[in-house]
């Protein structure tokens, strides 16, 4: 049975490990909101099916679904994917999932943050959230394993990311956003962080990747690789946008250490060329009321920071471009040549507004 706790994690002994750290399995959710994804979401279920598809090689894949999508995604996902029925509303695991935290007896918990579509009545994305914000409890119900609820402390699991060691990166437009917790102070954001995650030195960056609706979660420009070991969006084009940004997290990121006193090694990964939406791509999403609109033109927060590691391998986007989807694979290769670095082309989930970090969540193994 399933309990809820009122303790937590960091006084239980537990902490958030890192990406890296041995799967049990992978969660996923099927998307189908016709006024996020165009033509019906019929390009963006191929899409997803794909990643489901190159991490199911890898390691069990978990994606819950509504009701009214159930055949559909039954028939298109493979037979060794597992489906599971599950009210939400839209497809985005890593933040609506629960964060989960283990313990050195082979322990797994959940943490499920009170979630509100990256800002809620402020700038939030869609109205309502309220399935969405379920969706934490139910993942850790199915798989028996007990969780923290933060009623009344937003956060998504894009917006943190840690080298399960004690050291845990973040960024400010993301994390003191109006939208999230105004009520709090940077002290006592990070004292929940401490709490809820296990950590013990939290690294600021201000911004993430320019345009990124999410107020710019971490995720989209820095990923932990290793303990001691990040990558970054980057971009040699001082005439970018991305360039300052890039740029002055860089600086943070070098002249600082983790938790352990390390210093960081940085490896830099060039953002795509530019990702825009087109007017035939946009024609294909529904107006609606209430969510983001996608308008011919505007640039999407492409980044291949947002890869997606799961046991033995990492699962990276590609956008159709030929010189930096290229010398990504090389980068990821070079920081990771024990795992295999397997390409999706990720354009339909970048028109949603998301990367493949964003679309996946995993499910420590737990040591025993
Ligand atoms: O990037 C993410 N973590 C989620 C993006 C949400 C977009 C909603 N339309």
Known sequence: MAKRLNTKPKHDGYRMPGEFEPHKQTWMVWPERTDNWRLGAKPAQKAFVEVAQAISHYEKVTVVVSAAQYENARHLLPDDVRVVEMSNDDAWMRDTGATFVVNDKGGVRGVDW???????????????????????QKMCEIEEIDSYRTEGFVLEGGSIHTDGEGTLIV??????????????SKEAIEEMLRDYLGVEKIIWLKNGIYLDETNE??????????????TLAWTDDENDPQYPLSKAAYEVLANTTDAKGRKLEIHKLHIPSTVEITEEESKGVDAVEG???????????????NYYIC????????????????????????????RDVVGVYAREIILGGGNIHCITQQQPLGKK
């Open 311 to 338: 046991n033995d391998a990492v699962i990276y986007p590609t956008f159709g471009d030929e010189t930096y989807d290229q010398k990504a694979k090389e980068v990821l290769q070079k920081v990771f040549p024990d």
């Open 114 to 136: 009170e979630f509100n579509a990256w800002g809620g009545l402020v700038d939030g994305l869609y109205f309502p959230w309220d399935q969405d914000d379920k969706v934490a």
């Open 217 to 230: 979660h971490v995720d989209n420009i820095v990923h932990y690789a290793a303990p001691g070991v990040v």
């Open 171 to 184: 960024t400010e437009a993301c994390l003191l956003s109006e939208g999230r917790n105004p009520h709090m």
């Open 291 to 305: 969510t983001l609109p996608r308008e011919e033109g505007d640039r999407q927060a492409a980044s291949y920071a």
